[in-house]
T-cell receptor, first 113, second 111 residues
């Protein structure tokens, strides 16, 4: 069966420090992968999505970047965190069939101080 | 821990109303959301409701919240084939805080 792992669950980082959040999927191949952020009062905001290794689409210009070095690994990064990067980050995967649905990781609560 | 439950599947005829139900366990839930996922697409926020409201209407969508029973529903009036999708219920304690999702309800609309 497929599983998705996201870590860490919580993270407290100082302003200006780097960030690396990792998401891995097991039990499937060539999934579509997504990074979302919970935007206050607006629900989830799509940050990045990837349809394959090295293929990243950015939905929102920001201080963050994403990479997909392996088929089932999706990394969210920043070189220098801002206070406004604080929030709840969620990774999700989706199969490539016509009727596949999204499955979510458990999320990372990031606090930038 | 928190838990959000939804039925897996709902089938309706075009033109009928659809009602998708959701139950949650966290009594401190403040925001409750409905998201739509269409095939091959990410999540689209449909609507959300604060826990101090019991109803919210937006065009064909009506959200009902029974806080006592921790029950949330999404009613789609005059359901169209374009409404066929997976609908996720989610809750959070604060607006920028951790979201907990239900497993999603697949809505199939038959012509």
């Amino acid at each position: 069966s497929q599983t998705i792992h996201q870590w860490p669950a919580t993270l407290v980082q100082p302003v200006g420090s780097p960030l690396s959040l990792e998401c891995t999927v097991e039990g499937t191949s060539n999934p579509n992968l997504y990074w979302y952020r919970q935007a206050a009062g607006r629900g989830l905001q799509l940050l990045f999505y990837s349809v394959g290794i090295g293929q990243i689409s950015s939905e929102v210009p920001q201080n963050l970047s994403a990479s997909r070095p392996q088929d089932r690994q999706f990394i969210l990064s920043s070189k220098k965190l801002l206070l406004s990067d604080s929030g709840f980050y969620l990774c999700a995967w989706e199969g490539t069939g016509a009727n596949e649905k999204l499955f979510f990781g458990s999320g990372t609560q990031l606090s930038v101080l | 821990g928190e838990d959000v439950e939804q039925s897996l599947f709902l089938s309706v005829r075009e033109g009928d109303s659809s009602v998708i139900n959701c139950t949650y366990t966290d009594s401190s839930s403040t925001y409750l959301y409905w998201y739509k996922q269409e095939p091959g697409a990410g999540l689209q926020l449909l609507t959300y409701i604060f826990s101090n409201m019991d109803m919210k209407q937006d065009q064909r969508l009506t959200v009902l919240l029974n806080k006592k029973d921790k029950h949330l529903s999404l009613r789609i009036a005059d359901t169209q084939t374009g409404d066929s999708a997976i609908y996720f219920c989610a809750e959070s304690v604060n607006a920028g805080n951790m979201l907990t999702f239900g497993g999603g309800t697949r809505l199939m609309v038959k012509p």
